[in-house]
């Protein structure tokens, strides 16, 4: 896999040491002239000095009909220049852009970029998650933290929502014990569907209870 990485310093410095295989073709090109010599020191492997927005740069690099296009530049415009670059005059097949602005990530998805990465973003939306869940799981440890009883609330975009417990089928993990539906409580077997604003409660183990809440909180 032919794999370019264009500017960044720490960041590219571990992704050179992801792909340094034999079974790649990396080409780094930086425009620091001191962190050019870095890289190729560090990683045993030729770096070129020059712009990654120059295509003339670019391919004397080697960057063409990459595999994939790496833009790691502190400059959001940069990387967005440099993956419009390599995509429309080198052939990349998939450009990668680094953002610092989390708001640029979807506009830059919108602006034909394949995929758009931020620290900022990812952290947001891993702190959305866990809220999401933690607002939608009762739990209780017993026994000394060995039995793990939870209460799902079913929201209506989850994957479960319309299926029959055999269908999502958690014997493995853990057992149903109830639903409450409506303010009714319900036994259920291996025929009942889940409905949306069901409160499912499951019996399971501490060394499950992560498996079983990602079962019920998947959405569609």
Do not use: W
Not at 70 to 87: G, P
Not at 118 to 137: D, F, H, I
Not at 211 to 216: A, D, T
């Amino acid at each position: 896999m032919k794999i370019v990485i264009a500017d960044g310093f720490h960041e590219a410095d571990y992704i050179i040491s992801l792909f340094n295989t034999k079974l790649n073709d990396l080409v780094v090109i930086n425009e620091d002239e001191d962190v050019c010599r870095y890289l190729s020191s560090s990683n045993d492997i030729p770096v070129m000095k020059g712009k990654c927005t120059r295509a003339s740069d670019l391919r004397e690099a080697g960057a063409e009909n990459c595999d994939i296009f790496v833009a790691l530049s502190e400059d959001d415009y940069k990387n967005y220049v440099a993956c419009k670059t390599a995509k429309m005059l080198l052939g990349a097949k998939r450009c990668i852009a680094m953002v610092i602005n989390p708001k640029n990530v979807q506009i830059f998805k919108e602006l034909g970029i394949d995929m758009a990465v931020s620290a900022t973003y990812l952290l947001g939306e891993q702190v959305r998650n866990l809220t999401t869940v933690e607002n939608m799981v009762n739990s209780l440890s017993l026994e000394d933290d060995k039995v793990f009883i939870a209460e799902i609330r079913v929201a209506e975009d989850l994957d479960v929502v319309g299926k029959s417990l055999r269908e999502i089928n958690i014997s493995d993990l853990g057992s149903i014990a109830s639903i409450t539906r409506e303010g009714k409580t319900l036994i259920p077997n291996g025929h009942t569907v889940i409905e949306s604003k069901d409160k499912v409660l499951i019996v399971t183990t501490v060394e499950n209870k992560d498996k079983v809440v990602s079962v019920f909180s998947r959405k569609k």
